[in-house]
């Protein structure tokens, strides 16, 4: 199987050279544990090899998210110049959620807000996909798997923990993704320490122990030998 190095320093290691290609990887972690700069480490270091990288937010304004990973130095403002990084913000349809939780039964007879938003945005990405040829796509929150899958780019997706990783559920997402990265946010005597597990993917060997990840200067690192207690 083809692969895509994924840009994370260290973790390709664990990978055997990347990311199945085509697939679609859902990245896990607690808030703060780095899945905004995992993602758009992904498709910063996929436009440096010429690879087009489509960022689709629902929870943070583009901005935001660019002001937040200034400090990496990654140039996201030239890439997306460019046309080598789109971002698409898609925080509109995060708003309309809510309303069509709480009549499960409205979507089954009619479109709901939630439906006519999810299609819309689905075209809105496989027209962009197409025309202008992205290799990459990070986005945060479920779904899309096969979508995003069809579309023959190889896609991450993040999504956020409300509980331990250790005594989560088994969520629809993991089951439905192609592979399933942790980032782990662990106490040990006393300190916080980051560690990144492969903890699914599908049509390759790869390790699964849990391994340290930092914040580096250029974005996150891994230390695929290292072991964290
Ligand atoms: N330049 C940096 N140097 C060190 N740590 C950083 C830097 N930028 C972000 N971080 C760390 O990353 C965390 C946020 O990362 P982020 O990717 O937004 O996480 P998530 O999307 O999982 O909430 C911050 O709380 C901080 O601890
Ligand atoms: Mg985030």
């Keep these: ?24 990887i859902l990245v896990v972690g607690s808030p703060g544990s780095g899945k905004t700069t995992f993602a758009m480490q992904y498709l910063y270091y996929g436009a440096l090899r010429g690879e087009t990288g489509l960022y689709i937010t629902l929870d943070e304004r583009p901005e935001h998210v660019k002001q937040n990973l200034s400090s990496f130095n990654w140039g996201l403002d030239d890439l997306e110049k460019k046309g080598k990084l789109l971002v698409m913000d898609a925080s509109g349809l995060r708003r309309v959620r809510p309303r069509s939780t709480e009549t499960p039964h409205a979507s089954a007879l009619s479109p709901s807000p939630e439906g006519l938003g999810f299609h819309d945005l689905l075209r809105t990405i496989t ?65 916080l320490v980051r560690a990144v597990q492969v903890e699914k993917m599908r049509g390759i060997s790869h390790d699964t122990q849990i391994r340290p990840y930092q914040f580096g200067s250029t974005g996150i690192e891994v230390f695929p030998r290292d072991k964290v207690f």
């Design 127 to 191: 027209k962009v996909v197409d025309g202008e040829d992205v290799r990459r796509i990070a986005k945060a929150i479920i779904s899309f798997f096969d979508a995003l899958s069809d579309s023959g780019s190889t896609s991450i997706i993040t999504s956020e923990l409300k509980t331990s990783i250790m005594d989560r559920r088994l969520h629809l997402e993991e089951l439905l993704s192609h592979g399933v990265v942790l980032l782990h946010s662990l106490m040990h005597e006393g300190n």
């Design 1 to 24: 199987m083809d692969r895509v190095p994924t840009g994370v320093k260290g973790l390709d290691e664990l990978l055997g050279g990347g990311f199945p290609e085509g697939r679609c």
